[in-house]
């Protein structure tokens, strides 16, 4: 399974593996087919607003997700395991003085296991091609504006690269609890195109 638009040469060599491997009885399809199922149906923005709310509340959580988020994921019962190809992840904090925002400029590349599918608007053209040299502009078609003094990063995904933006806990939530910080979590604000 991938999300990659453009995947039809690797498909085509995942069939061929999966047939030699089939062939030397090393692989179960059955089981290969159940793990896909499995990841698929995982595969939810709940998960990225269960990571952002834990590292709001658990420094020690934080810095090992900045650091490698791939070994932090399974601390909450999470991975970036999705079938036959591991993804690196990296997350990006946002800070008063850095806001992230993640693209994928050749097509559509997208930490799915952690979103769901991703939306429209992040495969379209116009986000893809804009976003890099126009940030600021897209970001308030988005009804979003950072400070001006905020510097915009723009991190392009590609098939083994994935990006989560890690949102800047929002003031006077001090007294939420976890589960609850989960429910101010956004989707896009996990993109970079809304502040949380
Ligand atoms: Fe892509």
């Given at each position: 399974?991938?999300?990659?638009?453009?995947?039809?040469?690797?498909?085509?060599?995942?069939?061929?593996?999966?047939?030699?491997?089939?062939?030397?009885?090393?692989?179960?399809?059955?089981?290969?087919?159940?793990?896909?199922?499995?990841?698929?149906?995982?595969?939810?923005?709940?998960?990225?607003?269960?990571?952002?709310?834990?590292?709001?509340?658990?420094?020690?959580?934080?810095?090992?997700?900045?650091?490698?988020?791939?070994?932090?994921?399974?601390?909450?019962?999470?991975?970036?395991?999705?079938?036959?190809?591991?993804?690196?992840?990296?997350?990006?904090?946002?800070?008063?003085?850095?806001?992230?925002?993640?693209?994928?400029?050749?097509?559509?590349?997208?930490?799915?296991?952690?979103?769901?599918?991703?939306?429209?608007?992040?495969?379209?053209?116009?986000?893809?091609?804009?976003?890099?040299?126009?940030p600021r502009e897209v970001l308030a078609q988005f009804g979003?504006?950072?400070?001006?003094?905020?510097?915009?990063?723009?991190?392009?995904?590609?098939?083994?690269?994935?990006?989560?933006?890690?949102?800047?806990?929002?003031?006077?939530?001090?007294?939420?609890?976890?589960?609850?910080?989960?429910?101010?979590?956004?989707?896009?604000?996990?993109?970079?195109?809304?502040?949380?």
């Amino acid at each position: 399974m991938t999300d990659h638009h453009d995947d039809a040469p690797i498909a085509a060599q995942v069939r061929e593996l999966e047939a030699l491997l089939e062939q030397k009885g090393l692989l179960d399809p059955r089981e290969l087919d159940q793990t896909l199922e499995a990841f698929a149906a995982n595969a939810s923005p709940a998960n990225g607003f269960r990571v952002v709310a834990r590292a709001w509340v658990d420094g020690d959580f934080k810095a090992k997700l900045l650091d490698n988020a791939n070994e932090a994921l399974p601390l909450i019962g999470l991975s970036m395991g999705g079938g036959l190809q591991v993804q690196t992840l990296k997350v990006v904090e946002n800070t008063p003085d850095v806001h992230n925002v993640i693209v994928c400029t050749l097509c559509s590349c997208y930490p799915l296991g952690l979103l769901g599918p991703s939306p429209t608007w992040y495969k379209s053209p116009a986000y893809r091609s804009r976003v890099v040299s126009h940030p600021r502009e897209v970001l308030a078609q988005f009804g979003f504006t950072p400070p001006d003094d905020t510097e915009i990063r723009v991190w392009d995904a590609n098939a083994e690269m994935r990006y989560l933006v890690l949102p800047q806990r929002p003031a006077g939530t001090e007294h939420l609890t976890e589960e609850e910080l989960r429910q101010r979590v956004t989707r896009n604000g996990l993109i970079g195109t809304a502040p949380v």
